[in-house]
């Protein structure tokens, strides 16, 4: 594995270890109150990451575009804003770095529903 797809896992694995690290800390007492934020890092951080460089790598012709870059960064930035946003949103009540780190993730899926679609363009015109 190599590319985007790589770069996507290697997030995914970050994301992961740093939720596990977040629970142990949660289940330890301190701060079962931010159990909303590690599920966001969980299931946005590790598991979407986790689905995008699997479907990169068995679609190589999706990973070799700008739009995959594209994709990726959005979705980086998109996480490191959100994550602490919303445990400052959980911890004071200011929304505004969650609102716009999740703003950037929902923006990050507009590259790979392009992809998905002139993916399957190009396939339908093969076909017929």
């Not at 596990?20 to 590690?38: E, K, L």
């Not at 700008?66 to 930035?77: G, K, P, Q, S």
């Not at 923006?107 to 015109?125: N, Q, Y």
């Amino acid at each position: 594995m190599r590319g985007i797809s790589f770069w996507f896992f290697i997030s995914a694995m970050f994301y992961g270890v740093g939720s596990i690290i977040f629970g142990i800390q949660m289940s330890a007492g301190q701060g079962a109150g931010f159990a909303t934020a590690n599920v966001q890092l969980t299931l946005l951080g590790f598991l979407t990451m986790t689905l995008f460089g699997l479907y990169y790598n068995a679609v190589p012709q999706a990973a070799h575009s700008r739009l995959a870059r594209l994709h990726f960064v959005a979705a980086t930035i998109g996480m490191w804003l959100m994550i602490p946003g919303v445990a400052i949103a959980i911890e004071d009540g200011n929304l505004l770095l969650a609102m716009t780190g999740s703003t950037v993730m929902a923006v990050s899926m507009v590259p790979f529903v392009m992809i998905l679609r002139r993916l399957r363009r190009i396939a339908a015109h093969a076909a017929g």
